[in-house]
């Protein structure tokens, strides 16, 4: 089978640092992706990890270990507008080589 | 900018009606996707193409049908609404990278 477990609900303040957490379980593992997603809008794309290691965009930066089957998003000086849910998703074999498989999701509730 | 367009944000179906859901994309993807999205459950997969007249079931096909007659367009097709059906429908089409999503149809079926 296939699973992914994020939290589902992390609070934080304005100017801080927040990781969101994933662990995944799948067959024919790819890649780890995470997308934004505002309440009431579409899923956005903010990183893709094929390979272990740290990839850095901006405030926002993704991990992966293969070994452990985990990943993280790390959000850098937190900003209001990042209160959001964060979907981590991982890419696999399925015919299309980059089929994704969502976790539920984590509601990030940025705080003044 | 790519841009993924669905035919309708709101929809208000019957119980056994034959719902069509449309998707247009204009960046010349290969793979497109449908998903729905409940609360507490995430993104399910309904079904992907990864070319014309090409597809596959995703996790959840029970009670959908697609078609994809040309590239740029995918089609989730509802044989006979249910109200289980009532969701938040997505559709994205994709890089080997990057999933592209439109804004969504929330379909109400009563």
């Known amino acids: 089978g296939q699973s992914l477990e994020q939290p589902s609900e992390v609070t934080a303040v304005e100017g801080a640092i927040v990781q969101i957490n994933c662990t995944y379980q799948?067959?024919?593992?790819?890649?780890l992706s995470w997308y934004q997603q505002h309440d009431g809008g579409a899923p956005t794309f903010l990183s893709y990890?094929?390979?272990?290691g740290l990839e850095e965009t901006g405030r926002f930066s993704s991990f992966l270990s293969r070994s452990d089957s985990y990943g993280y998003l790390l959000l850098q000086e937190l900003q209001m507008k990042d209160s959001a849910s964060y979907f981590c998703?991982?890419?696999?074999?399925?015919?299309?080589?980059?089929?994704?498989?969502f976790g539920t999701g984590t509601l990030l509730a940025v705080q003044p | 900018d790519v841009k993924v367009t669905q035919s309708s944000r709101y929809l208000v179906k019957r119980t056994g009606e034959k719902v069509f859901l449309e998707c247009v994309q204009d960046?010349?993807?290969?793979?497109m996707f449908w998903y729905r999205q409940d609360p507490g459950l995430g993104l399910r997969l309904i079904y992907f193409?990864?070319?014309?007249?090409?597809?596959e079931k995703g996790d959840i096909p029970e009670g959908y049908s697609v078609s994809r007659e040309k590239k740029e367009r995918f089609s989730l097709i509802l044989e006979s609404a249910s109200t289980n059906q009532t969701s938040m429908y997505l559709c994205?089409?994709?890089?080997?990278?990057?999933?592209?999503f439109g804004p969504g149809t929330r379909l109400t079926v009563t």
């Open positions: 193409s990864y070319d014309v007249k090409m597809k």
């Open positions: 960046m010349d993807h290969e793979n």
């Open positions: 994205a089409s994709s890089t080997k990278r990057e999933q592209y």
């Open positions: 799948t067959s024919g593992f790819y890649g």
């Open positions: 990890n094929a390979l272990d």
């Open positions: 998703a991982v890419r696999r074999y399925g015919g299309a080589t980059n089929k994704l498989i």
